[in-house]
């Protein structure tokens, strides 16, 4: 289907079952969204959008719950997704402005738009090696396949993102060659001194603790988001923007990684899926199970 073909379906989500959706709603996905806002933002239309029409110095804690709300709704929402689509472009219609090399730019400008969404794919393909386990080949392209799924959701035409991964690589070094710098945005995301307010969210009592421990929460927190941050982006994107990495901060990320690949399976699903995918993921097992013990109609012959 066209990205654009809205008929009586519209654009679908990726199924369920397949290679996003495992990877999507499990917490280790947490640890791999800084690195692609930060690749984002490192396109400077994208940076300079954000910088001029975000919340996120403000209120980052709020611009992030709603970033991976959305993210979920894409994978999980069902019919919800293609509205959540729709949000998304209504949203984006007035972002415009001057980019740090003095040109003009629109959010949907099909480029930039299309950058904003294909970061996803290389930094989950690159962060499950470490996180989860590396992707055998038929993983990658199907991998690939259901991100463009989700693409069509947001209203990215066809045109507009390479459609194999044999295109999609030499898209993604030209990009990273011509384009790609350390904005303003970058800067902030990787920072380990800028002010950030503590979250507001939650139970009072919390809010109030969060707020006393703050100056001693901050400066670690800082450091752990940089680290994971520069650590899970592509080695080739890392480069690209200009963020160190060393050898010993190399081996801290693998000790680090292995520890998350241990823990995170044995947890109780509670607490290893996001909300929205693990009523997702409860909804398809009843579904299947449902479909497994429906009785055939009388005098159905089973086929083979």
């Known amino acids: ?16 079952g397949g290679v996003l959706w495992s990877l999507a709603g499990d917490v280790r996905g947490l640890l791999m969204l800084p690195a692609a806002l930060t ?6 239309a994208v940076g300079a959008g954000v910088d001029e029409h975000s919340v996120f110095r403000t209120d980052p804690w709020g611009r992030g719950e ?7 709704l894409w994978v999980y ?31 949907l400008t099909p480029a930039n738009y299309a950058w904003v969404h ?24 199907a991998l690939y396949r259901e991100w463009l799924q989700v693409g069509r959701i947001l209203g990215i035409h066809d045109r507009d993102m390479p459609q194999t991964i044999e295109e999609f690589w030499p898209y993604y070094r030209s990009v990273l060659a011509d384009e790609i710098e350390r904005t303003p945005v970058v800067e902030d995301l990787v ?25 001693v929460l901050l400066p670690p927190l800082a450091r752990f988001r940089r680290f994971v941050t520069v650590g899970l982006m592509p080695p080739e994107a890392r480069e690209a923007i200009g963020l160190a990495w060393g050898d010993a901060e190399e081996r801290r990320l693998r000790r680090f990684c292995a ?14 899926y996001l909300p929205l995918a693990r ?4 909804a398809w097992r009843a579904e299947r199970g449902a479909r497994a013990i429906r009785p055939r109609p009388a005098g159905s012959v089973r086929s083979g």
Request: aromatic share 4%; proline share 13%; no cysteine.
């Open 66 to 72: 709603r970033s991976l709300r959305s993210l979920q």
């Open 1 to 16: 289907m066209s990205s654009t073909d809205t008929g009586r379906t519209g654009p679908v989500p990726p199924p369920p």
């Open 39 to 44: 690749l984002q933002v490192a396109h400077p």
């Open 279 to 282: 009523r997702a993921r409860a």
């Open 191 to 215: 920072a380990t001194d800028r002010p950030v307010p503590p979250p507001d969210r939650g139970p009072l009592a919390v809010r109030l603790l969060l707020r006393a421990l703050w100056p």
């Open 118 to 141: 294909a970061t996803g794919f290389p930094v989950y393909q690159h962060a499950a090696r470490y996180l989860v386990r590396p992707l055998g080949e038929a993983q990658e392209r």
């Open 259 to 272: 520890l998350v690949r241990r823990v995170v399976p044995v947890l109780p699903e509670r607490l290893r």
């Open 77 to 107: 929402g069902g019919e919800a997704a293609a509205e959540e689509g729709r949000r998304l472009r209504t949203l984006h219609r007035t972002i415009q402005g001057t980019d740090t090399r003095g040109r003009r730019y629109h959010a």
